[in-house]
């Protein structure tokens, strides 16, 4: 018989039903940060599921970073701000299970980064210029000591860069992604041949970005990061995802 294939249904297990609930009331602003969930006792009759149910969601959306719970605590989990360390926790994870590629999270970088100085370029401050220049001092002081220092330097050049956009957001997503991109490929960038005009290459390219932020060239900025990061990473993607990253150069 021709027709479609159907994959077998996957049973959802009770927990993951009281985790989806939660979060959603969490992300429709029902549930808010400092506001408590009812005790286990009462989250079991709302939910008709038993109390091994109850804390095997409470465990895994503190996992996630949504809610706190204590031990012996009267009350019910807390639940809690959202901060980058969450959001650096989901996408590690998502990284971890295959769900993200290292070209979708180098596309995702050069989005960001690009975005990150074409708002740095129209709104940056004197002092947020001399943050990046002193950077990219570090950056050639470090090329001398070793590729570790070298990538403190340069990380501190992007942080400066986002600080300038004056978007928390990009800040955060940016710090997050961009650590997950370095611990993907750390053990192939330690294996070039020659680093030293890895660094060379890559002070330059942080020079050209500066010149076009302290110009107010927004879209020069945004051009030059997008192809920095291309250059950089492109050689550490797999080759079926390459045309992906290429769509986004100009």
């Known amino acids: 018989m ?6 077998p249904v996957r049973t959802v297990r009770a927990y993951e039903r009281v985790v989806e609930q939660i979060e959603e009331a969490v992300g429709s602003g029902a ?6 969930l009812p005790s286990e006792r009462e989250l079991m009759v709302q939910f008709s599921v038993s109390r091994s149910t109850v804390r095997e969601a ?22 809690l701000p959202f901060t980058p360390a969450a959001l650096h926790k989901s996408l590690a994870t998502l990284a971890r299970v295959d769900q993200l590629s290292l070209g979708e999270l180098v596309g995702f970088r050069m989005t960001l980064d690009a975005a990150a100085n074409l708002m740095a ?10 943050e990046m220049e002193s950077a990219i001092g570090a950056m050639r002081a470090a090329a001398q000591r070793g590729y570790d220092a070298f990538s403190a330097a340069d990380v501190a050049f992007h942080d ?5 956009s004056g978007n928390k957001l ?3 997503c940016q710090d997050v992604v961009r650590s997950i991109v370095l611990g993907l490929v750390s053990d192939r960038i330690a294996g070039e041949a020659d680093r030293a005009a890895l660094m060379a290459r890559s002070i330059r390219h942080h020079e ?3 010149a076009a932020v302290r110009a107010g060239d927004g879209p020069l900025a945004a051009r030059l990061s997008r192809q920095t990061m291309y250059d ?12 992906a990253l290429r769509s986004l150069l100009d």
């Open 31 to 36: 549930l808010t940060p400092g506001q408590r």
């Open 2 to 7: 021709s027709g479609p294939r159907f994959e």
């Open 121 to 130: 370029a129209r709104l940056r401050t004197e002092e947020q210029l001399a």
């Open 208 to 210: 050209e970005v500066l």
């Open 160 to 164: 400066a860069v986002a600080r300038a």
């Open 170 to 172: 990009i800040q955060i």
């Open 58 to 79: 409470l465990r895994v959306l503190q996992a996630r970073g949504l809610v706190r719970s204590r031990p012996g605590d009267p009350g019910g989990a807390e639940v």
């Open 232 to 243: 950089y990473y492109v050689a550490y993607v797999p080759a079926a995802e390459r045309a």
